[in-house]
């Protein structure tokens, strides 16, 4: 296995919001994390990240304990990509400007990735939700992550355009080739995207299999 979760706790105030959460992933899958508004799906990924540390549990990437009790790799150190919900791209700079601040001399392969050859001057402003979200995709995928972390990524999105917007991801998702993990509260776009699908509800995993099982 790619990635390990084992019995992970979390709370920020006096109750638990991740009540033993563990799953796996495999190298090459993409799944996604479904659940309602508030059931802790971003708190999973802001843990994967390094961005929260839980009361419990063990987070594993290949042979690499992240964290622990005993263990903690900083964010940085992680080499983890992670596109959160508003994109946070940079309003002052340029497609171009954007990719290369995160890294040098990458701009044409990541932008032939995510179709958005000849935007390279354009400000983010000037590009539509969907571009918005590819050059965040771009951002990030030119920094070579070992996994990719999305938050919700159709949320700032036009619902008219989801499905192009949907087979866009999938798309890139399959030429960059990269392990990833998606959350989101539309079960559609899990069932549009992922190899396989987790469901949580109240800090738990209620269920967890293929897209076609979900119904049944
Ligand atoms: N920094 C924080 N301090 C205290 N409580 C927080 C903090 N961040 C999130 N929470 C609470 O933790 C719970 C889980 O939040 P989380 O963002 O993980 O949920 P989510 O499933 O991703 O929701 P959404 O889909 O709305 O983003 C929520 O009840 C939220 O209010």
Known sequence: MFLYLEDIWFKYDKEYILKGIDFQIK?????????????GKS??????????????????????ILTSN????????RNIGFVFQDYALFPHMTVKQNIEFA??????????????????NRYPYELSGGQQQRLALARTL???????????????LDEMLKDKIRNDLKEILRRANI??????????DALALADRIIIIENGKIKFTGLPEEIYT
Do not use: C, W
């Open 27 to 39: 190298k090459g899958e993409t799944v996604a994390i479904v659940g309602e508004s508030g059931s």
């Open 43 to 64: 708190t999973i990924l802001r843990i994967i990240a390094g961005f929260e540390k839980p009361q419990k549990g063990i987070v594993r990437l290949e042979d690499k």
């Open 70 to 77: 005993k263990h903690f790799v900083l964010p940085e150190k």
């Open 103 to 120: 890294k040098k001399g990458k701009t044409q392969e990541m932008l032939k990735l995510v179709n958005l050859e000849g935007y390279e």
């Open 142 to 156: 030119a920094t070579n992550p070992r996994l990719l972390l999305l938050d919700e990524p159709f949320s700032n």
């Open 179 to 188: 392990t990833t993990i998606l959350v989101t509260h539309d079960r559609n």
